[in-house]
């Protein structure tokens, strides 16, 4: 896609002072327009990644859906538009990753009452469990009720994340109308005659 504009010589052209916040705030209305696609589109909702479907990673506690900026710099010379997260695990829904243990051999996956009901990790760790009991990959705690083993974590030598990209269909669904509202903008007008 791209803008073309027609010149001659009876076109008046507005300053930079003027075109840049017009500018700015199509690029401003996009960003808040694309930011609420894919919080909508992709971080609201059961994970339907089934081959052709647009990803839709589940809610588990919010903060990614919630934890979004948008940003518009003009610096005299360019305008930039940012969208982005301080979420940590945000790259590696978008694009994947292995995970692998810092320390020690194994990572700790929290799995059934160390959970909440939404699937999100309660915060406890295998050094919080009193008496854990080890198996060759879990880590549970004998329930005092039942006398049974209730397993809060899988041991795991390594994590495969597959790509889930959420932010980049949103940009790329939403890029047309960007350069849409930037057509629209009146970059001049005709000179008057005499």
Same mark, same amino acid.
């Given at each position: 896609?791209?803008?073309?504009?027609?010149?001659?010589?009876?076109?008046?052209?507005?300053?930079?002072?003027?075109? &840049?916040?017009?500018?700015?705030?199509?690029?401003?209305?996009?960003?808040?327009? @694309? !930011?609420?696609?894919?919080?909508?589109? &992709?971080?609201?909702?059961?994970?339907?990644?089934?081959?052709? $479907?647009?990803?839709?990673?589940?809610?588990?506690?919010? &903060?990614?859906?919630?934890?979004?900026?948008?940003?518009?710099?003009?610096?005299?010379?360019?305008?930039?538009?940012?969208?982005?997260? !301080?979420?940590?695990?945000?790259? @590696?829904?978008?694009?994947?990753?292995?995970?692998?243990? !810092?320390?020690?051999?194994?990572?700790?996956?929290?799995?059934?009452? $160390?959970?909440?009901?939404?699937?999100?990790?309660?915060?406890?760790?295998?050094?919080?469990?009193?008496?854990?009991?080890?198996?060759?990959?879990?880590?549970?705690?004998?329930?005092?009720?039942?006398?049974?083993?209730?397993?809060?974590?899988?041991?795991?030598?390594?994590?495969?994340?597959?790509?889930?990209?959420?932010?980049?269909?949103?940009?790329?669904?939403?890029?047309?109308?960007?350069?849409?509202?930037?057509?629209?903008?009146?970059?001049?007008? !005709?000179?008057?005659?005499?």
């Amino acid at each position: 896609m791209s803008l073309s504009f027609t010149i001659n010589e009876n076109f008046e052209f507005l300053t930079k002072d003027q075109i &840049h916040p017009l500018i700015a705030n199509a690029l401003a209305k996009w960003l808040a327009y @694309t !930011k609420g696609d894919m919080v909508t589109l &992709h971080l609201s909702g059961p994970n339907t990644s089934a081959p052709g $479907s647009p990803t839709t990673l589940r809610r588990r506690t919010g &903060h990614l859906a919630r934890n979004w900026t948008t940003n518009v710099k003009d610096n005299g010379s360019e305008i930039v538009g940012t969208m982005a997260t !301080k979420e940590i695990y945000a790259f @590696t829904q978008e694009f994947g990753a292995v995970i692998k243990p !810092k320390k020690g051999k194994f990572l700790t996956i929290p799995i059934g009452k $160390s959970l909440t009901p939404a699937g999100a990790w309660k915060g406890k760790t295998v050094r919080d469990i009193k008496k854990p009991v080890w198996s060759k990959n879990a880590v549970g705690q004998k329930n005092s009720k039942t006398k049974e083993i209730d397993w809060l974590f899988l041991l795991v030598k390594s994590v495969t994340i597959p790509p889930r990209p959420y932010a980049k269909p949103s940009i790329e669904r939403n890029v047309k109308r960007l350069l849409d509202d930037l057509k629209k903008i009146n970059f001049g007008k !005709k000179k008057a005659t005499k």
